[in-house]
């Protein structure tokens, strides 16, 4: 009996573990499967169809480089996009911090896709919002 307790507490100890990391931003890193983006975030990849460097967000954010960073982006072209939302809104894509600058792209929920502009060389993003 003593050592089922210990396993379920454990169990509980896990599960609340893995809640509290899905409710923290993601970093930038290097995206395991291409379009790989944990639903109920926008993610935008450093390369083509989903692959290289990733950084996710379940929420808008007016400044890539401060507060939630996406450390990549400073220096590095945003290459493709998925909006793995799960409300069912939007993205739109900015070049400057603040939502400034004409809008690059607007994201519809469930779609995913390389950005064109540029001939295909990807574009610079700072900020973005859940909405178009």
């Known amino acids: 009996m003593e050592r089922t307790r210990r396993h379920l507490g454990l169990i509980a100890s896990l599960a609340a573990a893995a809640a509290a990391l899905l409710a923290v931003p ?3 890193h290097a995206a395991l499967d291409p379009w790989s983006c ?3 975030r926008v993610c935008v990849y450093s390369g083509p169809d989903g692959t290289g460097s990733v ?3 379940p929420y ?3 400044d890539w480089q401060s507060g939630d960073r996406c450390s990549w982006s400073a220096t590095t072209k945003v290459h493709s996009v998925y909006n793995h939302g799960g409300s069912g809104r939007p993205v739109a894509f900015y070049p400057g911090a603040n939502y400034t600058g ?3 792209v607007c994201t519809a929920a469930g779609a995913r896709g390389n950005f064109s502009q540029n ?3 990807g574009v610079h993003l700072r900020s973005h ?3 178009c």
């Open 26 to 28: 993601q970093p930038a």
């Open 38 to 40: 944990v639903e109920g």
């Open 55 to 57: 950084c996710a967000w």
């Open 60 to 62: 808008d954010d007016p």
């Open 102 to 104: 004409q809008r690059v």
């Open 119 to 121: 001939g295909g060389t």
């Open 129 to 131: 919002r859940w909405s």
